[in-house]
């Protein structure tokens, strides 16, 4: 996990999050709250859990619409930076531009219309695989760029209806980056060949999220621009997809 607790991992996500959009794509985590909030209209939006919530973005995004939103992240430091925010409004990071030049810039709820949605926001630090029962259970669960970042993402996927009322919905998000560093081969739930056919990381979900969800259609493709440095970016498209509880 040290990856994701370095100062140029924690910066490059505030910028992700914070700050200016790259190469005319949209804001990633606000775009996926928006897709989240449609596919719960006219539901029922009380609770709501971010996992992989990195430094939170998406957890302000939801709780302008649902009355108490949790973000959880196995990051200390994602989750560190979350709850600056959350406590000052305001948070610091570093926009590389080459080598040790850059400069400072601040993530500031207030300028991003978010000030108001802090109230209803918790951050913890915690494991997509070992969620503690005593977080219940949630009108919509996101889970953001994390399928494929996980050491056992078939066990994710076949727990995650705990925390899902009947008639809730899990929203999905991944580029599906498979990496043995993060998910060992032998626990790959698709991106492979069997039986001499393609097996993708969707099926792969479809099969370990029955006989408790459904889905609500077709995904949708989403692009995302990770900032390096002035001129290195990681130009990467997600697919969203939305599975409801039975």
Same mark, same amino acid.
């Given at each position: ?21 790259? =190469? &005319?794509?949209?804001?990633?985590? /606000? $775009? ?6 449609? #596919?719960?209209?006219?539901? *029922? +939006? ?27 992240? =196995? &990051?200390?430091?994602?989750?560190? /930076? $979350? ?6 409004? #305001?948070?610091?990071?570093? *926009? +590389? ?150």
């Amino acid at each position: 996990m040290s990856y994701y607790e370095t100062d140029e991992q924690v910066d490059q996500y505030m910028e992700f999050h914070y700050g200016d959009s790259w =190469l &005319s794509v949209p804001n990633y985590p /606000q $775009a996926c709250a928006r897709h989240c909030l449609e #596919r719960v209209a006219g539901e *029922r +939006r009380e609770r709501a859990l971010d996992l992989g919530c990195a430094v939170g973005r998406t957890s302000f995004e939801l709780a302008r619409e649902f009355g108490q939103v949790t973000g959880v992240d =196995l &990051s200390h430091r994602f989750i560190d /930076q $979350a709850n600056e925010l959350l406590a000052s409004g #305001r948070a610091e990071y570093f *926009r +590389r531009d080459e080598g040790e030049l850059g400069r400072y810039c601040t993530a500031d709820l207030a300028k991003l219309g978010l000030a108001e949605t802090a109230a209803r926001v918790d951050f913890q630090q915690g494991d997509a695989c070992r969620l503690s029962p005593d977080l219940g259970d949630f009108d919509l669960v996101f889970a953001g760029n994390l399928i494929d970042r996980l050491p056992e993402p078939a066990r994710f996927l076949q727990s995650i209806h705990r925390h899902i009322r009947p008639g809730g919905v899990l929203v999905v998000s991944s580029p599906y980056t498979l990496m043995t560093e993060f998910t060992p081969r032998s626990q790959w739930i698709g991106g492979f060949m069997a039986g001499g056919r393609e097996v993708t990381v969707l099926e792969g979900m479809g099969a370990c999220l029955e006989p408790w969800f459904e889905s609500m259609g077709e995904p949708v493709e989403l692009p995302f621009v990770i900032r390096e440095t002035r001129r290195k970016f990681q130009h990467s498209f997600a697919q969203l997809s939305a599975w409801r509880r039975l």
